[in-house]
């Protein structure tokens, strides 16, 4: 389960007047982003983050100018530990460019996708209570009852025929 972080544009009232309000709720997750690590300034440019973007630029360029000077071994682990670290720090700077915006957090939902945090946090706000993880329907267990097989009125012991006791 990831945790999201549940942001509403600055125009953005309650979900009690036009169900189509919740279509412009934004769920960011608080979590390792694979995207933003592999490709940090295309994910950035996505996202529209033009501060962020211009910060990583000039972070990326002092810090590979200095690594260009200590040696060319230390360009690659540079730019691996700036990804990486960008990599943990995306989506933190996403909710930091949305809050520039207006945009406001309006709740912090529990979920393993982002539908299920859209629908955990609607259900939260119109006060249903939603189950942690939906149990599935198990057939009931068989009762311990020992299968004797048989052949006939003999009942078989091993590889071998043997009496039927008398009840």
Do not use: C
Request: glycine share 6%; charged share 20%.
């Amino acid at each position: 389960m990831s945790t999201y972080v549940v942001m509403a544009p600055p125009e953005f009232r309650d979900l009690a007047g036009d169900p189509r309000e919740s279509d412009r709720l934004l769920f960011i997750p608080d979590r390792f982003s694979v995207l933003a690590f592999v490709f940090s300034i295309i994910w950035i440019l996505v996202h529209r983050m033009w501060l962020v973007f211009l910060g990583y630029l000039a972070l990326t360029l002092a810090i590979e100018l200095l690594a260009l000077a200590l040696g060319n071994e230390a360009t690659g682990v540079v730019a691996l530990t700036i990804s990486l670290l960008f990599g943990f720090e995306a989506q933190a700077l996403r909710r930091w460019s949305l809050e520039r915006k207006g945009w406001r957090v309006v709740g912090i939902v529990d979920a393993a996708n982002p539908a299920e945090a859209e629908l955990r946090y609607i259900h939260k706000e119109a006060g249903e209570t939603v189950p942690d993880e939906p149990q599935p329907d198990l057939p009931p267990r068989p009762v311990h009852n020992p299968i004797v097989p048989r052949i006939g009125s003999e009942r078989v012991v091993g590889l071998t025929l043997g009496p039927e006791p008398r009840q």
